[in-house]
């Protein structure tokens, strides 16, 4: 299928209006974001494209005060249940807090997504770090990062007991037994640790996968051991080539630790095309967007993104580096700080010409097919990714482009398949089934 | 549209292979419960049939040991957002527990379920009695009834304000704000209670209804009081006439006494019809589904309902009605022992008579179907209620027989629809859209 022994994979980010802050200024329907074929137009369009999957990032709470639109309004899960009837092939996955949320619940609504969509599911395992988001759960102050990580850890090694709870083939079809099933193939669990007691068995019988697929995007030290461990697909912020092989070799060489092999992990960084067909076009683009970007905005996310203040962040002076505080004490995004602070670093890159740049954290590529292709296939081939999780400017344009002119020019070169030729997510992704622990 | 001043609601409870404990036998694929195409045919007679809405019960456990087919394996929410894109009308009831959920992520799925069905979602509140349900999430013992009603009761507080926390007209679409609102329309709700502290908004913009619709099913006094201050729909198990009678005017009085009105307050027993084409028909169905009844199942579940042991039941001899405790010990649901308890004294049945006529606590009618509608139109008419839960024997003959006999003598005799008027759910119930509180 591919000229190379290892496969690239591809998702699609359905974030919001498209990645560009001023992307929402092109959707005619102001309630596009609540409007379910407005995701159904980017699904199908995904799994035209071939491929891996869509992906939804999510938050449990509003992000500024005044309010913002939320960038992620429809809950994943029930959205996702929606587009698996829209769609045939396309994996999905949802992104759930495992400190806002509880380990039975979260384990039987991704095993029903998977059942739903006959083994599309994937579930993104995230730990929040907003103080908004713990007001809405009764928590005065977010659980500190290391605490928030051993939840997690805990959260991933319950739904891993219950979605294995059941025998794959518990359902035996027998008509002389309780609805055709061996009730010896289903136990308990019996989990009792710090954070949970989960008795267990789930309610919903093992689903296609095996397990939905677990993603994860741990970047500090604590994120990527757990990621190394449990996690088959790592998300990564990373804007610079250095920085994404070094990251890349870091993770396989910790899932070999962890006595696992590293084709089972698979590493996607963030990309971030801005597509014409030709470069000139693809910067007119870009240009006439960045013509409704929003300083006022996304200057003040930055400096929160950084850790500092926005009054620290003249729009036509450098990052001021010596400001940088101790990651240590840094609350949010270890990764998206890292990789803007790396892009800002390698390019000497004014504040101005950083946020126009920075892709809101992953790497921006403006330029025709080849060139996005290009770029694609340095990374891929150099080992600094796996694939790409995939932003696109403006939804559905972005992605309609890229469909249209990018996917064609990856099969070409042999990069990328032409069809689907597994059912499952795991196919797509060359993960294994894992047999019931 | 109808020939009365009410109009008729009807449901369908898509419980199971079907209501008939011997159902799954006819069911050819043994994992049909875990199948999307299953529902979606139920859906979409439902819809064929102008039915209010399919509703979908729930548990969060499994209820027996050795395990039993789960009697609703796929979490609500998400199959009824896969369901929304497969109907178009049809109202979409999804069970959950007040108990094991927590307020903002319950309200976020409803309220996406509303946008992604265009109006069409209503949440069922359940509290919950199964100690295997508890055990599940961390608790040794399940609250006890008055602790879950209090929680509950907050609960859907809170849910009514997260869902209140967007004016209607917060999306505004002028282009010069951010992402089309206007950031005054969305306010936090500030909630400090007894069991939750909740600050919001919710980051969904308020739905189509305004909200899903609240559906309760409480029978004891502090489930009946919450009912009548809070549910819109209430669900009810009634085997005889004159206890379903008294219990319609006690619940619209109630409503009145809290200042609603009680056409807002639709009353809907559960129902089983047995139907064929004639009454001699529908009994050689029922009689023939009655060679499969499992009395060594059905026996000891029909027990637990009564609160006493197997041994207290021989199959050919009346209920012990002396052993029958006092309901205030009683730990399972008031409804099913009640009208389970009325059948059997009303009808001197035996407990073998008991078990094939009480239809799991609901009224069975076996006849034609103008014997059924007969039914159906004097329990309307005599304000027993206001429409029905209906339960099937099998899926889907059960419910094709029913949308192709009954449902056109129902809408002959001007009882009910014979096409969807409107376009929410709110709309068919009758029930007005609530304004922002």
Redesign the interface.
């Known amino acids: 299928m591919t000229a190379y022994e290892r496969e690239l994979h591809l998702n699609v980010n359905i974030l919001d209006?498209g990645k560009h802050p001023g992307a929402?200024?092109f959707?005619d329907d102001?309630?596009w974001?609540?409007?379910?074929d407005y995701f159904s137009t980017i699904a199908r369009l995904a799994e035209r494209g071939t491929f891996d999957a869509v992906f939804l990032s999510d938050?449990?709470?509003?992000l500024s005060?005044?309010?913002?639109?939320?960038w992620?309004?429809?809950?994943p899960?029930?959205?996702l249940?929606?587009l698996?009837?829209?769609t045939e092939h396309v994996g999905l996955i949802g992104t759930a807090s495992t400190t806002?949320?509880?380990p039975?619940?979260l384990a039987?609504?991704f095993a029903?997504?998977d059942?739903?969509s006959r083994g599309r599911a994937a579930l993104n395992v995230v730990t929040s770090y907003s103080p908004?988001a713990a007001?809405?759960?009764?928590l005065?102050v977010v659980p500190d990062h290391d605490a928030r990580y051993a939840r997690a850890e805990e959260f991933v090694d319950v739904l891993t007991g219950l979605w294995d709870s059941w025998d794959d083939d518990?359902?035996?079809?027998k008509?002389d037994a309780?609805?055709?099933?061996d009730?010896?193939?289903?136990r308990p669990i019996h989990h009792r640790g710090e954070h949970?007691?989960?008795?267990?068995?789930l309610?919903?019988?093992r689903s296609p996968q095996g397990r939905p697929v677990l993603v994860q995007a741990g970047s500090s030290e604590v994120g990527k051991r757990f990621a190394a461990r449990v996690a088959e697909v790592v998300f990564t912020a990373q804007t610079t080539h250095g920085a994404a092989q070094a990251f890349y070799a870091d993770m396989k060489n910790r899932a070999r630790a962890f006595g696992r092999d590293p084709g089972h992990l698979v590493v996607l960084p963030g990309l971030f095309p801005v597509v014409g067909s030709t470069e000139a076009e693809a910067w007119a683009r870009k240009d006439a967007l960045d013509e409704l970007f929003p300083f006022d905005?996304e200057l003040p996310r930055l400096a929160a993104q950084l850790g500092l203040d926005p009054a620290d962040l003249p729009l036509d002076r450098e990052l001021p580096y010596d400001l940088l505080g101790d990651a240590g004490q840094f609350t949010g995004s270890r990764g998206f700080l890292e990789a803007t602070v790396n892009l800002a670093r390698e390019r000497g890159y004014t504040v101005r010409e950083l946020l126009l740049s920075n892709g809101g954290g992953h790497r921006q590529v403006v330029g025709s097919p080849e060139q996005v292709v290009d770029s694609i296939e340095h990374w891929f081939h150099s080992r600094a990714a796996d694939g790409f999780n995939l932003n696109f400017d403006v939804f559905p344009s972005g992605l309609e482009t890229f469909v249209e002119h990018v996917i064609p020019e990856l099969r070409r070169r042999g990069l990328f398949r032409s069809a689907y030729t597994g059912r499952t997510l795991r196919d797509h992704l060359g993960l294994p089934r894992p047999p019931r622990r």
């Open positions: 209006a929402w200024r959707q102001p309630r974001f609540l409007d379910i938050g449990v709470a509003l005060e005044p309010a913002e639109k939320p992620q309004a429809l809950e899960t029930v959205l249940a929606a698996a009837r829209e806002f949320n509880d039975f619940n039987r609504r029903s997504l059942h739903l908004r007001a809405n759960f009764g005065d518990a359902i035996t079809g008509r309780v609805a055709f099933m009730p010896a193939g289903v949970f007691a989960v008795r267990g068995p309610n919903v019988p905005l």
